[in-house]
């Protein structure tokens, strides 16, 4: 990541602002009393006891946002040059929809991974079976709530962050069984809100089923850069098996013109876009 030290301060305080009105919204959340509450049905409470005592005795670990996942670019016998484009949605009071952005990448059939939460689908049903109908797009997880997921409340940027175990699981699992109950697919990844987490929240991904993904390259949508400057960020970063971070849920953002930049660049260096989950494409 080469992010100069003030990048990384102007993006806590633009993140801290960005999130700021989030905060002050009363938007339930924390356990069954939230929007979900049809979610905690028997079945899933008994199962969330056991992953539970599963990982009672576990430490939380370190907190970071950079997690060691398991990668399968570096597959020796993968000869594609690859990167990975990934956008999330995160809801709550940011839940448009940059349909210019995902026009785009139909037109220039560039196949994306879209991390989306339990609050983005909600506000966008429509919008959201499309996108998991089109071949082009995988769907993956963003947690149901955009919360932060801690198994000790830590959080970031001021963002909403799950308070426990019990949490982090309920942001995992119910948005996990939400996007495979409506797509038929269930997600194969997990990208926490702002992608920091614990080792034990990563743990927990994996014990259901889950892998978490944090990112190689920042394009800076989140700091409102402009498309000139996104491109910039995406082409220096670029690498076999990198992983971009962008964000489809606003439409005033400039990820639209940081592709239409940074793309033609890309295919020229001979890169291939793929979506995570073909990763081990061969
Ligand atoms: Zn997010």
């Known amino acids: 990541m080469g992010m100069s030290l003030i990048s990384r301060i102007f993006f806590a305080v633009f993140a801290a602002a960005f999130l700021l009105g989030a905060a002050s919204q009363a938007r339930p959340r924390g356990d069954e009393r ?9 079945e899933y409470l ?9 990982f009672a005795k576990a430490k ?22 690859v990167i990975a484009l990934t956008f999330d949605a995160c809801g709550g009071n940011h839940s448009g929809y940059n349909a210019a ?7 220039e059939q560039i196949p994306a ?13 429509e919008t959201f079976q499309q996108l998991a109908r089109d071949p082009l797009f995988e769907i993956e997880n963003h947690g149901l709530m955009h919360r ?23 942001e995992m699992e119910l948005c996990a069984r939400k996007i495979a109950q409506l ?26 089923g889950m892998e978490v993904v944090s990112y190689d390259i920042l394009a800076g949508d989140a700091m409102k850069a402009s498309g000139k400057t996104m491109s910039r960020n995406i082409l220096n970063g670029a690498r076999h098996g990198a992983v971009v971070i962008m964000h489809f849920n606003h439409p005033e953002l400039q ?22 989950e073909d990763f081990s494409i061969k």
């Open 101 to 107: 952005l995902i026009e785009y990448l139909r037109k």
């Open 60 to 81: 939380p670990g370190k907190f970071s946002e950079f997690v060691k996942y398991r990668r399968k670019d570096n597959d020796k016998s993968m000869d594609q040059k």
């Open 255 to 276: 990820e639209k013109q940081a592709l239409e930049l940074s793309v033609p660049e890309l295919r020229r260096r001979g890169y291939n876009f793929i979506k995570l």
């Open 183 to 208: 797509t038929g697919r269930r997600p194969i990844f997990f990208r926490s809100a702002t992608a920091y987490s614990d080792e034990l929240a990563n743990k927990v991904a994996e014990r259901l």
């Open 113 to 125: 991974t879209l991390f989306v939460t339990g609050i983005w689908i909600e506000k966008n049903k």
């Open 46 to 54: 008994a199962y969330k006891e056991r992953i539970m005592a599963e």
């Open 34 to 42: 939230n929007a979900f509450s049809s979610y905690y049905t028997p």
């Open 148 to 170: 932060l997921c801690s198994t000790e409340g830590k959080t970031k940027y001021g963002v909403h962050a799950t308070r426990n175990l019990g949490d982090v699981i309920d």
